[in-house]
Each structure stands twice: as C-alpha cells, then as structure tokens.
C-alpha cells in the first residue's frame, strides 16, 4: 500500500470517530414544529435549536408559546407536525421517559413539586446525592422532612431547580426558575447555570427575571411571539441583545 494512501485512511478514520464522539457537538433541534391544542395552533412552524455546552434563552410576552415548546422537547407534549432531533437522532415520536434517560431533564415552571412527598422524597426522584442540593439551598435541609406542600414558592422553586440538577442532564430546560426566590438563591441558580455550561451540558431558560445577567452567560436568545419564532441571534453584545427585547417590549 501506497504511503499516500495509508494516510488517507488514518484521515477517514479520524473523521469517523470525529463524528461519532459527541461531547462537543450535541444539539437538540425542533425542526418546524407546530402545536395545535384543542384544535387551535398555539405554536407555529418553529425552528428552535439547543447545543451542548451553551445557554440558549427563550423570551417572549405571556401565552406566547414558550413553555409549550420545552414541553414538546420533554415530550410532555407531542407535535402536531414537524420533528425533534437530539444529537441527530429522531426523537419525534419518544415518550417522555425515554428522552429523561437519553439525557433531557425539565425543570417546569410554576414550582410543580409533588405536594405529599416530602422536600428530601422530591429531591430522591432527581437523584441520591441530596447532599449536594442541601449545600446549594442550607434552608432546604431544615426542612428536608417536611410535605412540600407547605412550602412556601421560594422553596418550592428550590425543590424544583435541585431535582432537576440531580438527574445530571445532558440538555437542561428551565422554565422561569427565579420565580418566587430570594436574590441569594436566585444568584446561586445563575452560578450552576454558567457552571453547568462549562460541564458542556445544554442550558434552555425561559425568564422573565433575571434577564439582564442572563444574557450576560449566554451564547444565544429567541423571540417568540403569538406562537412562532419572530427573532434569533447569538449574543454578541448585552445592549445590543436588551436593546432587541426593548423592541419587542420585553424589557
Ligand atoms: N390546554 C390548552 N388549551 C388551549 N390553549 C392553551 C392550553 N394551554 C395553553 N394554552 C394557550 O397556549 C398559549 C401558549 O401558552 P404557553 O404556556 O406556552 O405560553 P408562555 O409563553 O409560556 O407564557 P407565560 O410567559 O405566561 O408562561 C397561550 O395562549 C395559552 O393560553
Ligand atoms: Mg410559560
């Protein structure tokens, strides 16, 4: 065999294994999704793309359609047309629970936590090291024993964020995670997000707080409005992203 052709090989072979390691490169992509409910469509032809190691942010004025789209990506909800890729595979038609095994974790909003079980048993569905949410939120150790339907939203907020963070995704979707909380917390979430971005995992948030130091971490935004998709870019300049919302009157 010719010296030029053996290294052509050892070229193919590197793409190969290029193309196959997906730890810099992952992305999840709804590819002209549309959601219809009770036969009136609430999101329209979206193109809404997640990748590995950023921190994409989804604005948009209230009932505009953000939640349902992290709801289609969880599988919470299913699409009346389009697809879902993650990592280039079709996950269009996969049920919730095998996509939180592939790696998506759903943070949702309005604090949903299981109200009977108590703060350490709705940690426990995230997973075993409880520890690690209690060194995060000190005040839910204290009341680690208590049903969290006595919590107060802060907390509640707290279980929510901890058990999500528990599961280790690899795509994290985060549904208005500042609501209800207390500046402290609010700036320990904004470190974990940043924090979990360097640990190359896929950060989504959906916020209508916090935004100014959001997008001071994050590579890209979206608007939304009425249910389509009506402005992206990647973030290059923080005026030049607050100055795009103020358009859209969202600051
Ligand atoms: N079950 C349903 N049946 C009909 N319409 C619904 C249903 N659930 C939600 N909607 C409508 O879908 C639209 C999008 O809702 P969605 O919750 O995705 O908006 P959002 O952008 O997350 O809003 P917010 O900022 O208030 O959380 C809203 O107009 C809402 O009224
Ligand atoms: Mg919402």
Same mark, same amino acid.
Do not use: C, W
């Given at each position: ?52 190691? %950023?921190?994409? /942010? *989804?604005? #948009?004025?209230?009932?505009?359609? +953000?939640?349902?789209? $992290? ?5 919470? !909800? ?41 703060? %350490?048993?709705? /940690? *426990?569905? #995230?997973?075993?090291?409880?520890? +690690?949410?209690?060194? $995060? ?5 204290? !009341? ?45 979430? *904004? ?6 971005? +360097? ?53």
């Amino acid at each position: 065999m010719k010296i030029n052709e053996i290294k052509a090989g050892i070229n193919e072979i590197k793409v190969e294994n290029k193309s196959r390691n997906n730890k810099g490169d992952g992305m999840i992509e709804l590819i002209n999704g549309t959601i219809a409910k009770n036969g009136k469509k609430i999101v329209e032809s979206v193109d809404f793309k997640v990748k590995r190691g %950023e921190i994409t /942010l *989804l604005f #948009g004025s209230n009932g505009s359609g +953000k939640s349902t789209v $992290l709801h289609a990506i969880m599988g919470v !909800l299913g699409l009346t047309s389009g697809e879902i890729l993650m990592d280039g595979e079709n996950i269009t038609h996969l049920p919730v629970h095998e996509r939180f095994l592939r790696g998506i974790t759903l943070a949702p909003e309005k604090m949903r936590v299981a109200p009977n079980l108590t703060v %350490e048993e709705n /940690l *426990l569905i #995230g997973g075993s090291d409880v520890s +690690k949410v209690y060194s $995060l939120f000190p005040n839910l150790k204290k !009341l680690r024993k208590q049903r969290a339907s006595t919590l107060s939203g802060g907390e509640r907020q707290m279980v929510v964020f901890g058990r999500a963070l528990l599961t280790n995704p690899k795509y994290l979707l985060l549904d208005e995670p500042f609501q209800g909380l207390q500046k402290e917390a609010g700036d320990k979430i *904004l470190e974990i997000i940043e924090k979990l971005k +360097k640990e190359n995992v896929g950060v989504t948030v959906i916020s209508h707080e916090r935004t100014e130091e959001l997008i001071e971490i994050a590579d890209k935004f979206y608007i939304m409005t009425a249910g389509r998709i009506t402005y992206e870019a990647r973030i290059e300049s923080v005026e030049g992203a607050i100055e795009k919302l103020g358009e859209y009157m969202l600051v």
